[in-house]
């Protein structure tokens, strides 16, 4: 086991993208199954709060401690095995996207949804239930998690196989290695769209529902199978410039109605608004003029599908006032990679902005039903407009899950934006949506959760953690506060 015990040793565990800043006593980056189970025995025994780190390029402050020890899984990064007749791959939790994709492409195979960070930590994507662009067509990480092992803070390990153990109603009642666990879940709805907002429950659900998206609450993933696919013969890519937001969002809504069998449907359709474009227009010097961007991600099976694929969208395009001559068509792969890259560059040079100007995130991860989903983006505008502090638009539009990003430069910008984040949140609340879709509620969320779901939700939440993380030591402060558990009361 590594062990780091001077605070500037440990720095950059201290934050994720979302830039608050944490504390705690000690890093541990344990190499070893044995020696993880050991230091959570060892931690419960002395009441040390733990809080598990992945990557780091979480939003929401999840991995970022408030006290006690932080567990990295940098080490416990391997492949366990990939299995191309059944298409899946088991790996351990610290392994990064990256290196899990390139370890699938030798098989011939892919994950179907992952975040724009290559950077991130499977077990981090996990515990958040992670998205990303190719959710329009694939939705979260949930999908494909077949199974997972996690060590509980007593040490136990538990190893949940999708299909194996289910709720009656809201009522768990099952035996792991002779160990009985039996409670009610929460009595709250999640929502009927995309969503990472506290722990996921529904009537009947699968075990291993609980534990995609807990936010390192309730134990540490330390291995998850995943469904995987191979890859398709090629894709189709493209950013279609629009001079008016409402040529792009009639586009998009006719996108919509392509059924999911059509060989037209795209994986990805991710919206840009003209900030955005701005933002990094210094970085890209032939973007066109143009008020927003919609970028499209189709997978192509057959060579045969080529051009009627490419006929088909160029007329889409036409038809809804966007010109060929100005969209940017990846042709080849060098060129995909370009794209990938720009979509990739917005949220990271935002992250960037806000580390030099030494501000928090002040950002929306709100998705909204899909009748709503224009209303949405002009109340943004309108309000954005009135904050009078700069603003960004982008992200997933195919859900109706964009991402509003506060640029604030001091400290009064930052403190009048999140005044507007509430009335985000209320207002898509209203609107039947959620807090959060993809990146969890970590630190920074939870007042926004409460909204969601009222104190007795979250007191249910906390319950039921209880129940998995028996001293109380895990990833305190995320999802709810910790003076919800009986403990720290
Ligand atoms: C440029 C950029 C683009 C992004 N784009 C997307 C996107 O398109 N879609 C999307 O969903 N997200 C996106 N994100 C957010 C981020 O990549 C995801 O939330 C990702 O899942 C975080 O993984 P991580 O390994 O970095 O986790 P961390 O930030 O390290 O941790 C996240 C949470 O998971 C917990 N955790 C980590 N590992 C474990 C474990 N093994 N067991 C239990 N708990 C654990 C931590 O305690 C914390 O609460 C983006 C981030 C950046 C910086």
Redesign the pocket.
């Known amino acids: 086991m590594i062990v780091k015990r001077k605070k500037p040793q440990f720095l950059s565990y201290l934050e994720?993208?979302s830039n608050i800043k944490g504390k705690a006593k000690i890093l541990f980056i344990p190499e070893s199954q044995k020696e993880l189970v050991n230091l959570l025995k060892k931690a419960s025994a002395e009441d040390m709060p733990i809080?598990?780190?992945?990557?780091?390029?979480?939003?929401t402050g999840?991995?970022v401690p408030q006290e006690g020890a932080v567990v990295s899984?940098e080490r416990l990064n391997r492949v366990i095995s990939i299995n191309p007749d059944k298409k899946e791959v088991t790996a351990q939790?610290?392994i990064t996207l990256k290196d899990l994709e390139e370890s699938l492409s030798k098989f011939n195979l892919t994950l179907r949804v992952s975040?724009?960070?290559p950077?991130?930590?499977l077990?981090?994507?996990v515990?958040?239930s992670?998205?990303?662009?190719r959710s329009f067509k694939y939705s979260s990480i949930r999908n494909y998690v077949k199974a997972i092992k996690v060590v509980l803070s007593s040490g136990e390990i538990l190893v949940i196989e999708r299909g194996k153990i289910f709720a009656n109603k809201r009522n768990f009642d099952f035996q792991i290695k002779k160990k009985r666990f039996k409670f009610n879940l929460p009595s709250y709805t999640s929502p009927q769209i995309k969503s990472s907002a506290g722990y996921f429950v529904k009537d009947d659900m699968d075990l291993i529902d609980l534990f995609i998206g807990?936010?390192?609450t309730l134990?540490?993933?330390?291995e998850a199978t995943i469904s995987v696919q191979n890859l398709p013969l090629d894709y189709f890519d493209c950013l279609v410039f629009f001079d008016s937001d409402k040529d792009a969002l009639d586009f998009i809504d006719e996108i919509k109605k392509i059924k999911e069998c059509n060989s037209f449907y795209p994986c990805a359709i991710e919206f840009f608004d003209r900030n955005s474009l701005d933002f990094v227009r210094e970085d890209y010097s032939l973007l066109p003029s143009a008020n927003c961007a919609v970028y499209l991600e189709q997978e192509i099976e057959l060579p045969e599908q080529q051009d009627r694929i490419l006929d088909y969208w160029c007329s889409l395009i036409e038809r809804h006032n966007s010109s060929i001559d100005k969209c940017w068509f990846a042709e080849d792969y060098k060129n995909r990679e370009k794209l990938h890259q720009f979509r990739?560059w917005l949220?990271?040079k935002i992250?960037e902005f806000l580390r030099q100007y030494r501000q928090e995130k002040v950002a929306t991860d709100i998705a909204v039903p899909d009748e709503k989903s224009r209303d949405m983006y002009y109340f943004y505008e309108e309000k954005a407009r009135q904050s009078g502090v700069d603003y960004v638009i982008f992200g997933?539009i195919g859900q109706n899950h964009l991402h509003f990003n506060f640029l604030p430069k001091t400290h009064e910008e930052s403190f009048r934006a999140k005044g507007y984040m509430l009335e985000f949140i209320e207002k898509a609340l209203s609107f039947g949506g959620t807090v959060s879709a993809?990146?969890?509620i970590?630190k920074i969320k939870k007042p926004h959760l409460e909204i969601m779901y009222g104190k007795k939700h979250l007191e249910e939440m906390a319950r039921l953690k209880e129940v998995f993380d028996k001293s109380c030591i895990l990833?305190l402060d995320?999802i709810f506060s910790k003076k919800l558990l009986l403990k720290h009361r």
């Open positions: 994720d993208t809080t598990f780190s992945g990557g780091g390029t979480g939003t999840g991995r899984l939790a610290g975040p724009t960070e950077l991130a930590f077990g981090g994507v515990a958040t992670a998205s990303g662009p807990h936010e390192g134990g540490c993933i330390l990739h949220p990271q992250n997933h993809e990146h969890g970590g990833g995320n």
